[in-house]
């Protein structure tokens, strides 16, 4: 089994929360976004507890730099695909125990002033980038992970030439679906199945209370995709929106992210069984 | 139809290491020193062929992730491509890679016969003591304790 956690930490400096979460879970691969805690006081944070055989170490992000990846795999069992990686994602053969996968973490504009047209264009770059990715390694077991600034029922997570995120592992175990004769690789997005109150956890990863006619407030912007490649590997159960660290709530007494403490994005914690 | 072509080496020639080579020693020297700085400085080896193919140069970097992963060469081993022992240890390489690097100076408590910063090793155990000595010196700890201050500043 081979444990992640994504999480936004909103550049807040909560390293010994962060630890904690890590520590609690048994992470093995940890992916920031926004993250301005220095390397040296995260990686003391995260090791201070922990056996010298298990230590994490920061991998080498190259250009990607609005993603900061920590491991306790091998040294070298993660690689960055530099040509294939950009300043908001990151590509990265990841070597677990039973197999290559290939991991991609992203943090997609958050720009105010974007549109749903812009952040369709930087799903469908960062889908482009994946499947040529896919193309050099020459397997497709990919896992996407990250804070794409858009919900997985937006465009650019759902259409075809964008990220083609289904939200049923049937239809996403077809494989590829052809549209205007090119045929295009699905991916299985599990976040559907997190959304509002009657399923486990809070309603979303990330709390807007926006002020305009159309406003959701939950959002689901921190997501996991999976490759059909890999769904045998991954159990919905082994999911989670994360809530607590230990004893502490990250949430506020109203139940949303607490800024404040910690961050206004939710971790998301998943296992592999690889 | 093509016919097999017989393998004409011999059947003792395998992919098993039968001697710990000084290359293996390194690595692994330098897989344990993230143990004592929990990472904030790692060591790696890097080896290049060098003097047109007549030795191969295997340099031991220090790395500091929180840098930029900024590497500081230690030192090299250098040793001719078949032969392990003698080996040359060349110690002040950072003051030859920078050009603002102090030639004077020094690892102390190294006994071994020099030639100018080059020690000449001729055994296994002679090289192990060698490293230990470079480890434990005062120059290298000054480097690591700059690199671990830079890196949680």
Request: glycine share 6%; with cysteine.
């Amino acid at each position: 089994m081979t444990n992640f956690l994504f999480w936004n930490i909103k550049r807040n400096r909560i390293e010994d929360i962060v630890a904690s979460v890590a520590s609690q879970h048994e992470v093995d691969v940890l992916i920031l976004a926004e993250s301005k805690i220095s390397v040296g006081v995260m990686l003391t944070a995260l090791n201070s507890e922990l056996e010298s055989e298990h230590l994490f170490h920061l991998t080498n992000g190259g250009r990607c730099k609005r993603i900061t990846i920590y491991t306790r795999l091998p040294r070298n069992s993660i690689e960055s695909l530099e040509d294939y990686s950009a300043d908001k994602y990151t590509l990265r053969k990841l070597k677990l125990p039973r197999a290559e996968v290939l991991l991609a973490a992203a943090h997609l504009s958050s720009k105010p002033r974007y549109t749903e047209t812009d952040k369709d264009s930087e799903c469908r770059i960062l889908g482009t980038a994946i499947r040529e990715a896919e193309e050099a390694v020459g397997h497709t077991r990919t896992l996407l992970v990250g804070d794409l600034n858009a919900n997985p029922f937006e465009d650019g997570v759902v259409k075809a030439d964008g990220l083609h995120g289904v939200m049923s592992r049937a239809v996403a175990s077809r494989g590829r679906r052809r549209v205007a004769s090119r045929s295009y690789p699905f991916f299985y997005n599990p976040m559907w199945g997190r959304f509002g109150e009657s399923t486990e956890g809070p309603a979303g990863t990330y709390y807007y209370p926006g002020s305009t006619y159309k406003e959701f407030f939950w959002h689901m912007t921190d997501q996991v995709l999976i490759r059909p490649d890999l769904m045998a590997s991954f159990q919905n159960e082994d999911l989670k929106v994360l809530t607590v660290d230990g004893d502490r709530s990250l949430l506020t007494r109203k139940g949303f992210p607490d800024a404040r403490l910690a961050s206004d994005h939710l971790p998301v914690l998943f296992r592999l069984d690889l | 139809m093509a016919s097999k072509v017989e393998n004409l080496w011999p059947m003792d020639i395998r992919a098993t290491s039968k001697q710990l080579s000084p290359v293996a020693i390194l690595k692994r020297q330098a897989s344990l020193l993230g143990e004592r700085t929990k990472n904030l400085v790692e060591a790696e080896v890097e080896t290049k062929a060098a003097d047109h193919q007549k030795k191969l140069q295997h340099w031991f970097y220090l790395v500091a992730p929180a840098l930029d992963f900024y590497k500081y060469p230690l030192f090299r081993v250098e040793h001719a491509p078949t032969q392990f022992y003698p080996l040359n240890i060349q110690f002040n390489v950072a003051a030859e890679t920078s050009s603002e690097g102090n030639r004077t100076r020094k690892f102390e408590g190294l006994t071994a016969r020099k030639q100018g910063s080059m020690l000449r090793v001729r055994s296994e155990a002679e090289f192990t003591a060698h490293l230990k000595t470079i480890f434990a010196a005062d120059e290298t700890k000054k480097v690591i304790q700059s690199l671990i201050d830079q890196s949680v500043g």
